[in-house]
């Protein structure tokens, strides 16, 4: 038997997997959360095999959020992604933060359920198309010798931000530069180090002469 907490900000979301799903032998949904930090206690309470998780949810912590930190406090609970969201990179990010698995809310019933059963038996889930789209990517970084370091995985506050702090600016000069908090300028250096696999300055230094983020405007 799988069990299984459903995590999204509608509650009539939640209501009609639930009742899809509680249909199913061998699945049993044992608990429900609106939002990241409530999916959170509630894992760690419940102990679920699986945790469906909505990426956007606007009233809470969110979904690529609380995956990776329920995978750092649950290494052994699969989280698959249930979204809306057909994006390269919310996608990217999903798997990035620990995810077993991405599938769309506009998925018929019985992939929903292929998806719920291959994450709990410990493998890998995607929907057919997010296969294509890794491999694509999997490809290009490896024909410019990233490493799976993609630039395009930055936003463009994060590429400014990475610019000056190579600059050799301090985290107080670059948010004057910005107009933003230093928390914000601390935040997005976290995110940056996060996405790209780095852990030191010196690091983040060598990335952005490389990319040439030195002359990045």
Do not use: G, H, S
């Given at each position: 038997m799988i069990k299984l907490c459903i995590v999204d900000d509608h509650a009539m979301v939640r209501s009609g997997l639930k009742m899809l799903l509680n249909e199913k032998e061998h699945i049993t949904v044992i608990g429900e959360a609106s939002e990241g930090d409530e999916a959170i206690k509630l894992?760690?309470?419940?102990?679920?095999?699986v945790?469906?998780?909505?990426l956007s949810m606007p009233h809470g912590k969110d979904g690529l959020t609380a995956t990776k930190e329920l995978k750092q406090l649950l290494p052994s609970v699969a989280v698959l992604i249930l979204t809306m969201h057909d994006d390269d990179e919310y996608l990217f990010q999903g798997i990035h933060a620990g995810a077993s698995g991405y599938i769309l809310k506009s998925a018929p019933h019985e992939e929903l359920l292929t998806a719920i059963r291959t994450v709990a038996e410990g493998n890998a889930y995607l929907y057919p198309t997010a296969t294509k789209k890794l491999m694509s990517e999997y490809l290009e970084r490896s024909a410019a010798g990233d490493n799976g370091r993609a630039l395009d995985m930055l936003s463009d506050r994060e590429k400014e931000v990475v610019s000056l702090v190579a600059k050799g600016y301090s985290n107080k000069e670059v948010a004057e530069q910005l107009v933003i908090s230093i928390k914000t300028v601390e935040s997005h250096k976290a995110n940056v180090m996060d996405k790209l696999g780095l852990k030191t300055r010196p690091d983040l230094v060598r990335y952005a002469m490389k990319k040439g983020l030195l002359n990045f405007e």
């Open positions: 894992a760690l309470l419940l102990k679920p095999d945790v469906l998780m909505d």
